[in-house]
Each structure stands twice: as structure tokens, then as C-alpha cells.
């Protein structure tokens, strides 16, 4: 095995994580679906409530297509932890780093790969 590659018992830490994630970020999605509710016009609620009530609105909304995205990387994560080339860049094939990888566990990108995209 290359040095650089994951130990087991870093994958297995790195799998946890990947399961708390995924938890959070099917629970923020479920939140906000709560808030992402159209704003009734019938409600008795002042002009100012509706203005606040529509902003979140779309902040809500914002933040659960973030957590949407987010979620579906931790999916994608978690079943190249099961095929087996997790912590692989997908441009590169470089190894990601296990840094990276705690600080960002589905990442399917290596630094340098991320930043290029970035730069579009
Ligand atoms: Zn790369």
C-alpha cells in the first residue's frame, strides 16, 4: 500500500464522519423545507412580517440547494468508500490527503484540482 493511501482505521473515522454529515445535512435540508413554504397573502401579518418572511425565504431556500449539492457528495463519498477508490481525485488520481479529507470529508477533488475549478 502507498503511504499516501488511508489506513483502515482512518477510512473507518472518515466514514463516521461522512454519517454525521449526511445526518446534518438531511436535517437543515428538512428545516428549511419548512421555511421554503410559499408566504401566504392571506395571512393577517404586517407588509414589513411579509418582506422579513419572504427574505428568509429565499435564504432558506439558498441554504437547502447548498445542502443539497453538499449532501449529494456526501452520497457520492460514501459509495467510492464502498467501491474503494475513496480519497482518490477524480481529475488527477492523485491521492486528496488525509488533512483535507478530515476537514472536507467528501471531497472528491485534490487541493490543486478544486482551485482549477474554482478559476473555472
Ligand atoms: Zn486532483
Known amino acids: 500500500m502507498s503511504e499516501e493511501g488511508l489506513s483502515p482505521q482512518q477510512k473507518s473515522e472518515l466514514e463516521d464522519a461522512l454519517a454525521t454529515l449526511k445526518k446534518e445535512l438531511e436535517q437543515s435540508i428538512e428545516e428549511a423545507s419548512e421555511q421554503v413554504k410559499p408566504v401566504s397573502l392571506d ?7 411579509r418582506i422579513d418572511a419572504m427574505q428568509q425565504q429565499k435564504m432558506a431556500e439558498a441554504s437547502r440547494s ?6 449529494a457528495a456526501v ?6 468508500l464502498t467501491s474503494g477508490n475513496y480519497g482518490v481525485c477524480i481529475e488527477c488520481e492523485e491521492y486528496i490527503g488525509l488533512q483535507r ?8 477533488l485534490c487541493r490543486d484540482c478544486q482551485e482549477d475549478r474554482e478559476r473555472g
Not at 452520497?75 to 467510492?80: H, K, T, V, Y
Not at 479529507?101 to 472528491?108: D, F, M, N, R, V
Request: hydrophobic letters at 35%; aromatic letters at 0%; proline letters at 7%.
Open 75 to 80: 452520497i457520492r463519498a460514501q459509495n467510492s
Open 43 to 49: 395571512n393577517p401579518i404586517g407588509r414589513v412580517t
Open 66 to 71: 447548498l445542502n443539497r449539492a453538499k449532501l
Open 101 to 108: 479529507l478530515k476537514a472536507k470529508p467528501e471531497t472528491c
